[in-house]
């Protein structure tokens, strides 16, 4: 058994791990990355974030060719295999495997393969797929393992016709109908993937309200655009029993409802991936969720061992994961990048997509401040006519007499980039978080980010 010594071990190589490896790398500490693949990238990369999106934007080209009524002069629409769409989603998984490969080479950070698990409080001993067991031992060790799908004990997640997030990516064939379990970010975003593959959808929520976190009227626009387009949504469900058939699946609901299709996906919940790393041997404690608990400089109940991404619960976002390895790190080597991780923006990659950050109408009202709302409808927009998608509006809640931007809310085309305009203005000192801001600058045209201006406008205008 070799045994080599670091400055900072990293378990999970996804967006929380590498920016921790990267932040102590460049901080001149010697680091050594642990990952149970055979690849860098994580979960994030192989999938998760990469292939839905991968997947949702050859969708969305796929309904654009379909409707656009331009591509139908010169030909039929046409039909494509969610098998045929997958391929796309891989060619950009082995372009970030790349990148994220040169990045480990580029600052030295040496990479062991293998299922690593804690020895004690410093040492993690990594298991080889060929056997072999490597003996780390580290100052400081942060933890950034990641999630996995939640699977329930009575659902046999063997049979072919019965998936979850992470298997999704595994389907050979294209349904005709499809039921998705849970309505969360994960359901809605596969439930517009294959809505746009003109599969018929069953989207069950146990809450409801799709999205319950977002603003209503956000949520409203995203369940009324589901209706269009072949997706049943049913609220106030909750399973009973999954009956996997060979030719389908049935749901049974414990309203007494029964739903039948060509395949489940199961959407409900999310595990974080501490099973194997031998927390009893560090007195680290995991809760029903398999998450760790951190405090704000991401240090576990164990002065030297860290935590951060979805392994530690909220927001489960790739964004903010990064962020949070990166300032877990930063806590360890003082260089000035910590930073408690809570400015994090929305973004949910449903066709169209929604990003929102800041405080909805039922938060401020709740609160009793006194806010007035400006929106600009994405139909009324040149660069939305342009690229044919009208669908969507910009809503700025801010304070009606100091004029603070208290909360930005997106549905519709380019959704996720826009948001970070009215976040930049939200995270301004003092009077200049202004709504004056996007009245008094001059915004490309025509261009999505000139909804800024129309929305302004619009709330100054109710002012009296």
Not at 66 to 78: S, V, Y
Not at 373 to 385: D, E, I, L, N, P
Not at 398 to 424: D, K, N, P, W
């Amino acid at each position: 058994m070799a045994v080599y010594n670091y400055d900072v071990v990293v378990l999970g190589s996804g967006p929380a791990g590498e920016g921790a490896a990267m932040n102590a790398a460049k901080a001149g500490r010697k680091v050594a990355m642990v990952d149970s693949r055979r690849q860098v990238g994580g979960n994030c990369t192989h999938l998760g974030t990469i292939p839905s999106k991968a997947l949702r934007h050859s969708v969305r080209q796929i309904m654009q060719f379909n409707t656009n009524p331009m591509f139908r002069a010169i030909g039929e629409p046409r039909w494509f295999s969610f098998p045929d769409v997958l391929k796309s989603a891989e060619k950009v998984i082995s372009k970030q495997v790349a990148s994220r490969t040169g990045y480990y080479a580029r600052n030295r950070v040496d990479l062991f393969f293998g299922t690593g698990s804690f020895a004690d409080e410093q040492t993690v001993e990594v298991v080889c797929a060929n056997g072999v067991v490597e003996k780390l031992v580290a100052k400081h060790i942060i933890i950034a393992t990641g999630s996995r799908p939640y699977r329930p004990a009575d659902i046999d997640f063997h049979h072919p016709r019965i998936y979850d997030s992470d298997t999704i990516l595994s389907l050979g064939h294209t349904p005709r109908k499809l039921i998705i379990y849970g309505a969360g970010v994960i359901g809605c975003e596969y439930a517009s993937i294959f809505s746009g593959l003109g599969v018929l959808v069953e989207l069950v929520d146990n809450r409801d309200q799709l999205l319950s976190f977002l603003d209503s009227e956000i949520s409203q626009a995203l369940s009324y655009h589901f209706s269009n387009h072949n997706i049943t949504v049913r609220h106030n469900e909750e399973y009973d029993r999954v009956e996997g058939l060979d030719n389908g699946v049935i749901l049974h609901l414990k309203s007494g409802k029964k739903i039948k299709a060509d395949a489940l996906l199961w959407c409900n919940g999310r595990t974080g991936n501490t099973d194997k790393l031998g927390m009893e041997n560090i007195g680290v404690k995991v809760n029903s969720r398999g998450q760790i608990e951190v405090d704000e400089n991401y240090r576990t109940c164990v002065t030297n061992i860290y935590g951060a991404g979805d392994v530690i619960g909220w927001p489960s976002l790739a964004s903010a994961a990064h962020d949070q390895g990166r300032s877990a790190a930063g806590s360890i080597v003082d260089n000035g990048s910590w930073r408690y991780v809570n400015d994090v923006p929305t973004g949910i990659y449903t066709i169209p997509e929604i990003s929102s950050i800041g405080k909805n109408e039922h938060e401020l009202t709740k609160a009793k401040v006194p806010y007035e709302v400006g929106k600009a409808f994405f139909k009324s927009m040149a660069r939305a006519q342009i690229a044919g998608e009208p669908q969507g509006m910009l809503k700025i809640l801010f304070h009606r007499e100091t004029l603070e931007v208290l909360g930005v809310h997106c549905f519709g085309y380019q959704a996720s980039e826009i948001v970070h305009i009215g976040q930049a203005i939200m995270n301004q000192p003092g009077e200049q978080n202004t709504l004056k801001y996007f009245v008094n600058t001059t915004f490309n045209y025509p261009t999505m980010a000139e909804a800024y201006r129309v929305a302004a406008y619009d709330g100054l205008n109710r002012l009296f």
